[in-house]
């Protein structure tokens, strides 16, 4: 099994920047996707940013490409999401999530593909 633990989420004015830490625990060896997911109330869960740990491919949403960086730092089995240049837009609770599956051009953020999920860290942009 995996344990995911968010922080890092808070309040920021727009054009600020903020990162988001995920710490894996368990059975880490056996995730093959990492990813970003947020949802703003009254919205659907959408994909943010995914990648294979270990490799450098790297996915993006459209609408934070080049604001938004996903990493990682495998000695400590963390990810990380740089959001910078933040709009109001990008309010939402923002979620970690691993698949035992590899990553995918295409449909790198079907929800469902995802085993694993974080509690969730609030993200708020003010204008």
């Known amino acids: 099994r995996v344990q995911l633990v968010e922080s890092g989420g808070g309040s920021v004015q727009a054009g600020g920047s903020l990162r988001l830490s995920c710490a894996a625990s368990?059975?880490?060896?056996?995730?093959?996707?990492m990813a970003w997911f947020r949802q703003a109330p009254g919205k659907e869960r959408e994909g943010v940013a995914a990648?294979?740990?270990?490799?450098?491919?790297?996915y993006y949403a459209d609408s934070v490409k080049g604001r938004f960086t996903i990493s990682q730092d495998s000695a400590k089995n963390t990810v990380y999401l740089q959001m910078s240049s933040l709009k109001v837009e990008d309010t939402g609770m923002y979620y970690c999530?691993?698949?035992?599956?590899?990553?995918?051009?295409?449909?790198?953020?079907?929800?469902?593909?995802?085993?694993?999920w974080g509690q969730g860290s609030q993200v708020t942009v003010s204008s």
């Open positions: 999530a691993a698949d035992l599956t590899i990553c995918r051009s295409g449909d790198w953020d079907r929800i469902s593909d995802f085993d694993y």
């Open positions: 990648m294979q740990p270990g490799r450098t491919t790297t």
């Open positions: 368990g059975y880490t060896y056996s995730i093959d996707c």
